[in-house]
């Protein structure tokens, strides 16, 4: 997109071989899908705009462009593939709250969506935290886009899991952020154990011929 953004509106698709391996939010609004066939995707979407990904070099190169811009804001940076990484905001979160009077603390408010819409309570501390938290992640999406070109989303939570799951709520380019209270929820709505990151096809298959379907029967189990 960025080296040929007369694209950006339009379906877009990135082919490895015979398959889709990713495409944009366009292209899943008209019915093409990751690992989709190429065939199978230009009959979906005949108007699909297939780039040749096979070379990754590029896609490397922005990879840990995006990492190192990241580390500017904290040291503890972990990277998940070519297109996520885990930021681990406690000290920041700690020395912007040392900078805030008292008084000042009643007036902090959360950058993006908050997960169930639930209530924010200003008295609780951990809720503050990732208020906090929301506001620095809002920052470097933001430095993302103006330094880099890039959009992306944000998930922010007390751990690495929940923040990868809340971040895909609200897409695209948006942030959510999880309160404790709302955890059981989020991780119930999961339709398959398929859904938690870490769980893979051989994994699950082992899991399913245990009656193990939902994350509510895993809960159960064990």
């Known amino acids: 997109m960025i080296s040929n953004p007369e694209l950006k509106d339009k379906p877009l698709g990135v082919q490895q071989k015979y398959l889709v391996v990713t495409c944009n939010y366009e292209a899943r609004k008209l019915g093409v899908k990751k690992l989709m066939n190429v065939r199978?995707?230009?009959e979906k979407c005949p108007q699909l705009v297939l780039v040749n990904g096979e070379d990754l070099t590029r896609y490397r190169e922005m990879s840990y462009k995006v990492t190192e811009l990241l580390e500017e804001f904290s040291p503890v940076v972990e990277r998940l593939g070519f297109d996520e990484n885990f930021v681990d905001l406690t000290e920041m979160v700690e020395k912007r709250l040392q900078q805030l009077q008292s008084d000042e603390l009643s007036a902090v408010t959360v950058s993006g969506h908050v997960y169930n819409n639930q209530s924010i309570n200003l008295l609780d501390v951990l809720h503050i935290r990732l208020l906090v938290g929301s506001q620095i992640a809002a920052e470097m999406r933001e430095a993302m886009y103006n330094q880099l070109g890039l959009t992306g989303c944000a998930g922010v939570a007390s751990n690495k899991l929940l923040a990868k799951l809340v971040s895909g709520v609200f897409k695209?380019?948006?942030?959510?952020?999880?309160?404790?209270?709302?955890?059981?929820?989020?991780?119930?709505s999961l339709n398959h154990i398929k859904e938690i990151p870490g769980i893979g096809y051989k994994t699950a298959k082992c899991l399913e011929a245990l009656g193990i379907n939902s994350v509510r029967d895993l809960q159960t189990f064990s």
Do not use: F, M, R
Not at 172 to 188: D, F, G, R, Y
């Open 40 to 42: 199978d995707a230009k």
């Open 172 to 188: 695209p380019n948006q942030q959510t952020v999880l309160l404790p209270e709302s955890c059981q929820h989020l991780i119930h």
